[in-house]
C-alpha cells in the first residue's frame, strides 16, 4: 500500500459507449485525479480520457472530492475503490477529554474484506487510536495521479 495526499478532484464524464452488441449507449462515469484548481482538473480529465475514449465527451461534473488520503494497492485484483470514514480519537491536553475527529479516505481493493484489511494495514504502522465508521463500494471508475512530465522533471537553470 502506498499513499498519496494532494487536492482530489471528481469529475464525472459522458460519451457514446459501444456495447458489445456493436450497439451505442450513453454512459456516465466518475474518475477522481490529483490537480492545483478546477481549470486544471477540468484540462487533466481531457488528456487522460483521450487516450481511452475514441469518439467526444463531455466533463460533465467536477467536485472537491474530501478524500484525507487515497491508498492505492499493488495487487493486480485491486480494481475497486472504497469510501472509508474513520474516526480517531484523541486527548485533548486542556480538558483531558476525548476528542473525536472524522476523516474520510479512498482505500483500493478487489473487495471490502480487503479495503478493511488495507485499512487496518496503513493504520497499524501509527499510534493514532481510531475506528472504521463506514467501508462503502463507490462507482469510481480510476483515479489518476499527477505524474511529473519530463520537461518538469529537469532542473530550470543547469550550473
Known amino acids: 500500500m502506498r499513499s498519496r495526499t494532494a487536492n482530489w478532484f471528481e469529475c464525472r464524464i459522458k460519451y457514446e459507449k ?36 475514441s469518439g467526444t465527451f463531455d466533463v460533465d461534473d467536477i467536485k472537491k472530492a474530501a478524500y484525507g488520503e487515497i491508498f492505492f494497492s499493488d495487487d493486480a485484483n485491486a480494481d475497486r475503490w472504497y469510501k472509508t470514514k474513520l474516526d480517531f480519537i484523541t486527548i485533548d491536553e486542556k480538558t483531558e477529554k476525548e476528542k473525536h475527529s472524522t476523516v474520510t479516505y479512498l482505500v483500493q481493493a478487489g473487495s471490502l474484506p480487503e479495503a478493511v484489511k488495507n485499512i487496518n494495514e496503513v493504520m497499524g504502522g501509527t499510534m493514532i487510536d481510531y475506528t472504521i465508521l463506514s467501508v462503502a463500494e463507490t462507482k469510481l471508475m480510476d483515479v489518476f495521479e499527477y505524474k511529473k512530465k519530463e520537461q518538469d522533471a529537469k532542473p530550470e537553470f543547469e550550473a
Open 18 to 53: 459501444t456495447m458489445e452488441d456493436g450497439m451505442q449507449k450513453k454512459v456516465s462515469e466518475t474518475y477522481t485525479l490529483d490537480a492545483l484548481s478546477f481549470t486544471e482538473a477540468e484540462q487533466r480529465i481531457a488528456e487522460e480520457m483521450s487516450s481511452y475514449i
